[in-house]
């Protein structure tokens, strides 16, 4: 009988002891954030030099051109913004959705992803668009991505949620520097409904 307890006691240590009981605080990165991750190492300074921090938006606006057609935003959650019939009915797509993002997490500041802040304007079938809610955010996966420029996003009534124009910039509330990539046109082909990212 003592066998057993001493055993039952000895385990109960160990137990507590554990470290696989232990929490990890793993933050899951984006395709994009190797990039961002590189710019920032590039420019380490670029939060206290105005013109460091230019030459990482000149960077940043190079880079971004060049991985657009390549999904490289296709697992950033986005939120819609506005949607309605697509007024210029130059194709097949009926509704004309806008989406931003709307990312930043105070809690886990350290995914520059979630500061990487970018308007799309989609073309899609009227029914997909249907089955969209204001408000909601989902994953969008499509094709035809292009930086719109601030005559292309003028053109379309002005109604960008983030400027046109690629900038690293102090974020208004939180203590971070934001990466505004501009609005982005894009053919989409489906949509993925996100609850949690």
């Known amino acids: 009988m003592r066998y057993i307890i001493f055993i039952l006691g000895i385990l109960?240590?160990?137990s507590c002891n554990n470290d696989t009981n232990k929490a990890i605080n793993v933050i899951k990165t984006r395709k994009i954030d190797p990039i961002l991750n590189a710019l920032t190492k590039k420019y380490p300074n670029y939060k206290d030099n105005s013109i460091v921090r230019e030459n990482?938006?000149?960077?940043?606006?190079?880079?971004?051109d060049s991985l657009l057609n390549f999904n490289?935003?296709?697992?950033?959650?986005?939120?819609?913004f506005r949607m309605g019939e697509n007024p210029y009915k130059t194709n097949t797509k009926g509704a004309l959705?806008?989406?931003?993002?709307d990312n930043y997490n105070s809690d886990q500041p350290n995914r520059l992803s979630d500061r990487l802040n970018f308007d799309i304007?989609?073309?899609?079938?009227?029914?997909?668009?249907?089955?969209?809610?204001?408000?909601g955010t989902y994953f969008i996966y499509g094709k035809k991505l292009k930086r719109l420029s601030q005559t292309e996003v003028f053109l379309?009534?002005?109604?960008?949620?983030?400027?046109?124009?690629?900038?690293?910039?102090?974020?208004p509330?939180?203590?971070v520097y934001n990466f505004n990539i501009g609005v982005i046109s894009c053919e989409i082909d489906s949509v993925k409904s996100v609850s949690k990212y």
């Open 12 to 14: 109960t240590i160990l």
């Open 56 to 64: 990482a938006t000149k960077e940043l606006d190079k880079k971004i």
């Open 72 to 80: 490289y935003l296709d697992d950033i959650p986005l939120k819609v």
């Open 97 to 101: 959705v806008q989406f931003h993002t």
């Open 121 to 135: 304007v989609g073309l899609m079938d009227e029914k997909l668009a249907t089955t969209l809610t204001e408000g």
């Open 156 to 171: 379309m009534g002005n109604n960008a949620y983030y400027t046109s124009e690629t900038e690293i910039s102090k974020d």
């Open 173 to 175: 509330i939180f203590d």
